[in-house]
């Protein structure tokens, strides 16, 4: 499975982006997918994680209310929208993927580490 990240960017305190994850090689229909991000000098963290097989979603306290995952089958793309941005949502974001048994809570909790993972898109909040 590979994943390319896509749609990171400059933008406003309050403003929004989409982040795009194509898959390629498998469908995303036989993971557990999720976001991460990391900043500058903290440890990297989960912030939405989704699975196909039983429709579980999960978001960090962070996030919860701001930020939506969603997936196009047709694609093999997983999204992740980000609305009201703060300064503090800034950092590289990540897609990864684990085998469907994984929990979503487990998977943006990094235990254990998911096991596919894109090369990361840069989003920066300033004004």
């Known amino acids: 499975l590979q994943l390319v990240e896509s749609g990171g960017g400059l933008v406003q305190p309050g403003g929004s982006l989409r982040l795009a994850c194509a898959a390629s090689?498998?469908?995303?229909?036989?993971?557990?997918i999720g976001w991460f991000r990391q900043a500058p000098g903290k440890e990297r963290e989960g912030v939405a994680c989704?699975?196909?097989?039983?429709?579980?979603?999960y978001y960090s306290d962070s996030v919860k209310g701001r930020f939506t995952i969603s997936r196009d089958n047709a694609k093999n793309t997983v999204y992740l929208q980000m609305n009201s941005l703060k300064p503090e949502d800034a950092a590289v974001y990540y897609c990864?993927?684990?085998?469907?048994?994984?929990?979503?809570?487990?998977?943006?909790?990094?235990?254990?580490?998911?096991?596919?993972w894109g090369q990361g898109t840069q989003v920066t909040v300033s004004s």
């Open positions: 990864a993927a684990d085998p469907p048994l994984t929990a979503v809570q487990a998977m943006c909790r990094m235990s254990p580490i998911p096991e596919y």
């Open positions: 090689r498998y469908s995303l229909d036989n993971y557990v």
């Open positions: 989704f699975s196909s097989r039983d429709g579980h979603t």
